[in-house]
């Protein structure tokens, strides 16, 4: 079992293991993954799933915490989606780098309502991992690098432990030097 040393007072688990904290589709994901064990999973307190209040609340760094954001843009009438994941202490360069990667005149985040149901998952939650096959993930170079993250779950009431390396080998995923600022 691996030891995550960003988990600050939480037990972590191996996710293969607690399906019952991921949400359908992430599950789903994870069993398709030649690195599921290299991945765990830790309950949390889902009124605490907000990436600065989960940091304070459980003592882990906000240096290791990856935010999953997805992006939205259109060209020719249909509508083109993405997903980017960051670190915690920067910013996708939705209107940049990501607006380019999905050839669209203009990009932005996707309505929460819109997000939830093309994702199955809880909005504060979202993950790449689970994400529709045809959408590229979008990994910042900086969070395929780092040897531990925490990342949404699909749901609130949870937290991904991923090493970078491992996210940046989700099927779709691209890592992109500059996608955050």
Known sequence: ????????????????????????????????????????????????????????????????????????????????????????????DVNGVIKRRLDVRKASFAPMDEAVSLTGMEYGGITPVGLPADWPILIDKAVAEAPELVIGSGIRGSKLFIPGPVAAALPGAEVIDGLAR
């Open 1 to 92: 079992m691996t030891t995550w040393t960003i988990a600050g007072t939480l037990t972590v688990e191996p996710a293969a293991q607690h399906t019952d904290l991921l949400a359908e589709p992430v599950a789903k994901a994870l069993a398709a993954l030649a690195d599921r064990d290299a991945v765990g999973v830790a309950a949390i307190d889902a009124e605490l799933a907000d990436t600065a209040a989960f940091c304070e609340a459980y003592s882990s760094p906000l240096t290791a915490s990856a935010n999953c954001v997805v992006v939205a843009g259109k060209r020719s009438g249909e509508v083109r989606y993405a997903a980017a994941l960051v670190l915690a202490t920067t910013r996708a």
